[in-house]
């Protein structure tokens, strides 16, 4: 648990060198630990270090672990950062405060409903799948500006910025500089792209949100090894 709030100052320490670095300022970047898998404990230590937003890739285990968190401090802020399905939307509406990953008109209807029923209207993030892989979520980078003019128009939601996760083996820079390109010309100003391997690269191409799990909690056990156990 010490290691996590080690870890923390390190990688806060290596966003502003790279904020310092593109000629932004450091308070232009949000540090989103992403905590998936990881225990509430883990998370905890986190918060005790003075971080307060975080990301989950799972409704399920969201809920499982934020709400006792939350009383302890009201003042965190969970980002869902994985592919949400329509059956969850509720769920995910009630115990979330940033969406980042509207990928579909069907989901993105669901996500409006809601918000409107409840009045909870969360910032949301578009996912583009900039790689344009067929396994990855996202819409296609060429589908983006109807998409978005849809999710704004038409359906209302409070859209904020664009969200990528680049395919794993190619370099991440070209994703980024499209990632912006796309936001640029539809007057979006945040970009949630950037994960432990290449946060400082998404920084230099104008990243305001970076997602980082594994340089702050270590390695996630997968499901073989937890099973092993
Ligand atoms: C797990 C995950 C991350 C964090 O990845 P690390 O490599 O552990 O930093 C970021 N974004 C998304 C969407 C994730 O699912």
Known sequence: MEAISANLATVCGRIEAAARAAGRPAE??????????????????????????????????????????????????????GPLQT????DAVAHCDV????????????????????????PCFIEVNTGEEAQKAGVLPEAADAFIADCR???????????????????????????????????LDQLSMGM???????IRFGATHVRVGTAI????????AAAAK
């Open 217 to 224: 909690f270590g390695a996630r056990q997968t499901a073989a």
């Open 28 to 81: 232009g970047v949000t540090l989103v630990a992403v905590s998936k898998t990881h225990p509430a404990d883990s998370v905890r230590a986190a918060l005790a270090a003075g971080q307060r937003v975080f990301g989950e890739n799972r409704v399920q285990e969201a809920i499982a672990k934020f709400p006792g968190l939350r009383r302890d401090y009201p003042d965190l802020k969970l980002h869902l950062i």
């Open 99 to 122: 969406i980042e990953t509207v990928d579909r008109a069907r989901l993105a209807e669901a996500l409006a409903r809601e918000m409107e029923k409840t009045g909870r209207r969360l």
């Open 87 to 90: 059956n969850k939307v509720k």
């Open 153 to 187: 128009g038409r359906l209302g939601l409070q859209i904020v910025g664009l969200m990528c996760i680049p395919p794993e083996h190619e370099e991440p820079a070209l994703h980024f500089a499209l990632l912006r390109e796309i936001a640029k010309r539809n007057r």
């Open 196 to 202: 432990s391997a290449d946060f400082e690269t998404a």
